[in-house]
T-cell receptor, first 115, second 115 residues
Framework: GDSVTQMEGPVTLSEEAFLTINCTYT??????LFWYVQYPGEGLQLLLK?????DKGSNKGFEATYRKETTSFHLEKGSVQVSDSAVYFC??????????????FGKGTLLTVNP | DSGVTQTPKHLITATGQRVTLRCSPR?????VYWYQQSLDQGLQFLIQ???????AKGNILERFSAQQFPDLHSELNLSSLELGDSALYFC??????????????FGPGTRLTVL
């Protein structure tokens, strides 16, 4: 069935380090792909998205490229900050049995950035 | 602040009890989604309502039910509670209900603890 597999955490980095969080998906058709971020004590927020193959989503220095050939959507940031400490969720959206659009989430990756 | 409100923030109850979680969507949003977030299952979609009607069902147990009222707020009812129901319950809202991706805005969640 449809699923998302993302890198298990926790991930601990020093400030200004390079970040990669891997995400792969299994889905029928051509889903849209998303990264959501959850800061401590808050709900999820959309970080970036890509709606078709080879699209690159970017926001706040984060980037991810929709790779259809490897069914991947890895999240990267060149220089992380302490304020990036959060849980990151990879998700894909598609139609599940009818006309209803559904989001399927990965299990989340906890990122901690130390000063 | 996403504009989605959820009450209560925390709820502690005993096994076998029944609780009601409340969600108010962003102004103008017609769709409400409920999700359960637990350590072992991750973020699971439970159910979606659109303008008062059930639109899609996910991994929702028969002990759980939801409804959306004419003022568009929604309630999630959890009954015959078990220890395994302890989780964070998120509500999200979006403008539309189907026909493609509409960004979902998440509330801060209700943390349910079943003792």
């Amino acid at each position: 069935g449809d699923s998302v597999t993302q890198m298990e955490g926790p991930v601990t980095l020093s400030e200004e380090a390079f970040l990669t969080i891997n995400c792969t998906y299994t889905a029928t058709g051509y889903p849209s792909l998303f990264w959501y971020v959850q800061y401590p004590g808050e709900g999820l927020q959309l970080l970036l998205k890509a709606t078709k193959a080879d699209d690159k989503g970017s926001n706040k220095g984060f980037e991810a490229t929709y790779r259809k050939e490897t069914t991947s959507f890895h999240l990267e940031k060149g220089s992380v900050q302490v304020s990036d400490s959060a849980v990151y969720f990879c998700a894909f959206g598609g139609y599940s049995g009818g006309s209803n659009y559904k989001l399927t989430f990965g299990k989340g990756t906890l990122l901690t950035v130390n000063p | 602040d996403s504009g989605v409100t959820q009450t209560p923030k925390h709820l502690i109850t005993a096994t076998g009890q029944r609780v009601t979680l409340r969600c108010s969507p962003r102004s103008g949003d017609l769709s409400v989604y409920w999700y359960q977030q637990s350590l072992d299952q991750g973020l699971q979609f439970l159910i979606q309502y659109y303008n008062g009607e059930e639109r899609a069902k996910g991994n929702i147990l028969e002990r759980f039910s939801a409804q959306q009222f004419p003022d568009l707020h929604s309630e999630l009812n959890l009954s015959s509670l078990e220890l395994g129901d302890s989780a964070l319950y998120f509500c999200a809202s979006s403008v539309a209900g189907a026909g493609g991706y509409n960004e979902q805005f998440f509330g801060p969640g209700t943390r349910l603890t079943v003792l």
